[in-house]
Structure formats: C-alpha cells, structure tokens
C-alpha cells in the first residue's frame, strides 16, 4: 500500500533553512509527479510545492516562490523540499502526496513539523 514518510522539521529561527524529505513507497515514485503541502493550526491544508516525474517542470505557491525549492531522486523515490529564508508563517505540518494540482492518495503520511521563531 501507499506509503509516504516525511521527515527533516524541526524548530529554526527566522532567515533559517530546513530540508524536508519525503520517502514513498507503494506506486510508481518515478511516473508520478509529487508534491510537498503544509497544513497550519486552524488553517486549510495547502499546496506549497509540486513537481513533475522528470522534474521537467516545478511550481510553487506565490507565498514560498524565491525562497523554496522542490526536487526529487527517482533512484531512492524521495522527494525533497529546501526551504530557505524562513518565516514565522512557514510554521505548519508539512506532508507530501502524489499528485500536480490536487492530491492522489487518501493516504497521508504523519508529516513533518516546522516552526520558525526566534
């Protein structure tokens, strides 16, 4: 089945960076494009990030473009996020999925937390 393993949060002040990774398991990594989301206390969960199966193509939330950027290693079927120049409103539970616009999978993994403050 579907399994997807986030990983890399943690506590980083403002203007920090984090690497989040994403391991998945359980479809076709390699054809499938992917996507990093994040989900706020109180807040609707978003897309932050996506990209396509042969990282032809990425695109990004208006709120993390500049700062963030998606990759993936189809060899290790890990999709991975790096986020710089963090702030405060970057704090959320970041998951991944399969998918370009809208998720694939039911299934969500536990996520991963990030909390910028100083």
């Known amino acids: 089945q579907v399994q997807l393993v986030e990983s890399g949060g943690g506590l980083v002040q403002p203007g920090g960076s984090l690497r989040l990774s994403c391991a998945a398991s359980?479809?076709?990594?390699?054809?499938?494009?992917m996507s990093w989301y994040r989900q706020a206390p109180g807040k609707e969960r978003e897309l932050v990030a996506a990209i396509a199966w042969a990282s032809s193509r990425t695109k990004f939330a208006e709120s993390v473009k500049g700062r963030f950027t998606i990759s993936r290693d189809n060899a290790k079927n890990t999709v991975y996020l790096q986020m710089n120049s963090l702030k405060p409103e970057d704090s959320a539970m970041y998951y991944c999925?399969?998918?370009?616009?809208?998720?694939?999978?039911?299934?969500w993994g536990q996520g991963t937390q990030v909390t910028v403050s100083s």
């Open positions: 999925n399969a998918g370009w616009d809208t998720p694939l999978y039911h299934y």
């Open positions: 359980g479809f076709t990594f390699s054809r499938s494009a």
